[in-house]
């Protein structure tokens, strides 16, 4: 069992920046490929950037290509969404997740393990 826990969301004005953290409850540094989600009010979940463990590549919506950057610290348990440039359409709630086996990385389907969402609003 895996427990996640995000940190690091807020209100900011569009163009601004923010960092989102995930807390691992257990080792997540072999086998689980991880992935960050938003969902807005009214519309479904859609995927916004993944770490892939076999690969060791990352992933982007092309919503976010550019302006997010998704990182991971082994050592720690932890990953991190560093997001700039934000638009008043990103606002939303994130959520990051987590699981061994993941097939696809942009389906939210795949992933066994999931955090509380942590809340991002951009004003305009």
């Known amino acids: 069992q895996v427990q996640l826990v995000e940190s690091g969301g807020g209100s900011v004005q569009a163009g601004g920046s923010l960092r989102l953290s995930c807390a691992a409850s257990?080792?997540?540094?072999?086998?689980?490929?991880m992935g960050w989600f938003r969902q807005a009010p009214g519309r479904e979940r859609e995927f916004v950037a993944a770490?892939?463990?076999?690969?060791?590549?990352?992933y982007y919506a092309d919503s976010v290509k550019d302006r997010f950057t998704i990182s991971r610290d082994n050592a720690k348990n932890t990953m991190s969404l560093q997001m700039s440039s934000l638009k008043p359409e990103d606002t939303a709630a994130y959520y990051c997740?987590?699981?061994?086996?993941?097939?696809?990385?942009?389906?939210?389907?795949?992933?066994?393990?999931w955090g509380q969402g942590t809340q991002v609003t951009v004003s305009s």
């Open positions: 997740a987590a699981s061994i086996q993941v097939a696809q990385l942009r389906d939210g389907a795949e992933y066994e393990y």
């Open positions: 257990a080792r997540t540094s072999r086998n689980y490929s």
């Open positions: 770490f892939s463990w076999m690969t060791g590549r990352t």
